[in-house]
């Protein structure tokens, strides 16, 4: 695989990861790791981010998410690799 090659993992995230600044952070966290995709909250109570770039920024992204933001209180993060349908432009916060 290419280091430089696309890739797509949709990430959870649960815990206290909602009303703690949560997708703010991971949106400029990605945004600074030159990521693009997406995060939401979910209804219940975790929330998921769908993101596409280098294995290795994702990866990066991916140990930013088991911390979270001061404030959040991570108990789990799920990761499942996707292929990448480069369908995005930036990073955004979805409602």
Not at 32 to 48: A, P, Y
Request: net charge positive.
């Amino acid at each position: 695989m290419n280091a430089s090659e696309t890739n797509r993992a949709r990430v959870k995230i649960a815990g206290r990861v909602q009303g703690v600044y949560f997708r703010a952070s991971a949106c400029q966290e990605a945004q600074s790791l030159g990521i693009t995709g997406w995060v939401r909250n979910c209804s219940d109570g975790s929330v998921e981010l769908v993101a596409e770039g280098a294995r290795e920024k994702l990866d990066q992204l991916i140990a930013w998410c088991h911390r979270g933001p001061a404030g959040a209180l991570v108990a789990e993060v799920s990761v499942r690799w996707e292929d990448p349908e480069h369908s995005f432009h930036g990073f955004v916060i979805k409602r």
